[in-house]
Each structure stands twice: as C-alpha cells, then as structure tokens.
C-alpha cells in the first residue's frame, strides 16, 4: 500500500497560468478530501468527493479553482489563472466511508506561483 | 459550524518533561475529535481519535487525550516527551452531519524538544 499519492511534489507556474494538482486515493477508499496549507491560514479545507460525488466545496474560492474525481482512482485541483496568493501546499487524503474514519494524507504538492 | 482553536502556536519542552497541547473546539452536537501529527517532510498522521466512551483516549507512541464536555476542550498530553516528538501537531473536529464528514483543523502547535 503506496498511501496517497500526490503528483507533483513540486509546481512552479507563473502569474496566470493554470495549475493541475493530481491525487490517488488509496484503493478502495470511497472519500477524499482537499486541503490547502498555509502559515498564516494553516489547514483550510477545500472540497470533498464521496464515491466520486461532490459532497462539499464550501473551502473551494468561487473564482479560479475546480475539482474533479472522474473514477474513483484519482482526483485533480485546477487553478486557472495562477495567483502569487495561491502559493501554498496542497493536501490530498482519502478515507473509508464514515464519519470517524482517520484520514490519510499525502505528502502534499507546494505551488509556488512567481 | 465547527472551529477549533489551539492557544498555543509554539511550545517548547526539555526531553523527558511531561507535555500539555491544549485544543478547545466549537460546536453545538456531538463532534468527533481528532489529534493530527505533522513530522517535517512528512504527512499529517492520526494519532488519536475520540468518539464517545471513556473520555481519556489512548494513541501512538505514549500520547493520550482528554475529552472534557463541559469546557469544550480535547487537550494531548504526554507523560514524558522525547525529542523525536518534535513536530507539529494538529486538533480537529468533524461533525457528521448530513452525510459531510469534513475535518476542520485547528492552527497547529510547533513542538519543540530540547535535548
């Protein structure tokens, strides 16, 4: 068991362009979370997908960012339109379905917008 | 909504001192509790989660928290703290309410041990 996979480790995009964040869920987990890691906001959530459905993207700016879970093996953050402000770690984890099931995080993809 | 705060951004500690992270959560129903783990370049680890029962909950490596209702707190304590427990340290509390069971964080604790 890989854990959850995130790809890449590392993104450095200039001013306005667009970001594509990518996750793998451990196999056989039906959720999976976003979050983003600053210093000054700490873990912010983002979004939620439960079997591939999105439950909740009240974390998710209005502008700019969307996610999707086209099968249930992965998952992807884009960010259009890159901001300076958008420079932050991006966390993926995925669970077992239930309410106090642990999360397992990846190690994150640091976007650092120039 | 739920929020957690944790008071304390830093907290510094010799090896071998005991250890008191304080956490106190916001939240009308009964919520599910969660400690959080971050060692450096690495990702964040559960070591300990309270639901209902006994409100001293046991985890990994020597950790235990206490659930105390009435004052809205879930505080991690450690009985003797080794410098391998430098790391940062998170509460969060989850409320499953409508089928949602997001994580919603508090700002985090930089552990230091002193050798």
């Known amino acids: 068991n890989a854990g959850v996979i995130q790809t890449p480790r590392h993104k450095v995009t200039g001013k306005g362009q667009e970001a594509t964040l990518w996750c793998e869920p451990i196999?056989?987990?039906?959720?999976v979370f976003w979050y983003r890691q600053t210093i000054v906001q700490g873990l912010e959530f983002l979004t939620y997908?439960?079997?591939?459905?999105?439950?909740?993207d009240s974390g998710m700016p209005k502008e700019r960012f969307s996610a999707q879970m086209p099968n249930q093996s992965h998952s992807t953050l884009k960010i259009q339109s890159t901001q300076p402000q958008d420079s932050a770690v991006y966390l993926c984890?995925?669970?077992?379905?239930?309410?106090?099931?642990?999360?397992?995080f990846g190690h994150g993809t640091k976007l650092s917008v120039l | 909504a739920q929020s957690v705060t944790q008071p304390d951004a830093r907290v510094t500690v010799s090896e071998g001192a005991s250890l008191q992270l304080r956490c106190k959560y916001s939240?009308?129903?009964?919520?599910?509790l969660f400690w959080y783990v971050q060692y450096p370049r690495q990702g964040l680890q559960l070591l300990l989660k309270?639901?209902?029962?006994?409100?001293v909950v046991q985890g990994v490596n020597g950790f235990e928290a206490e659930f105390i209702k009435s004052n809205s707190s879930f505080h991690l304590r450690k009985a003797s703290v080794h410098w391998s427990d430098s790391a940062v340290y998170f509460c969060?509390?989850?409320?499953?309410?409508?089928?949602?069971?997001?994580?919603?964080f508090g700002q985090g604790t930089v552990l230091s041990v002193i050798p």
């Open positions: 969060a509390v989850s409320a499953f309410s409508g089928g949602n069971n997001k994580l919603t």
């Open positions: 939240y009308s129903g009964t919520p599910y």
């Open positions: 309270y639901y209902s029962g006994d409100p």
């Open positions: 997908f439960r079997n591939q459905a999105p439950i909740d």
């Open positions: 196999s056989g987990h039906s959720a």
């Open positions: 984890a995925s669970s077992l379905e239930g309410s106090n099931e642990r999360l397992f």
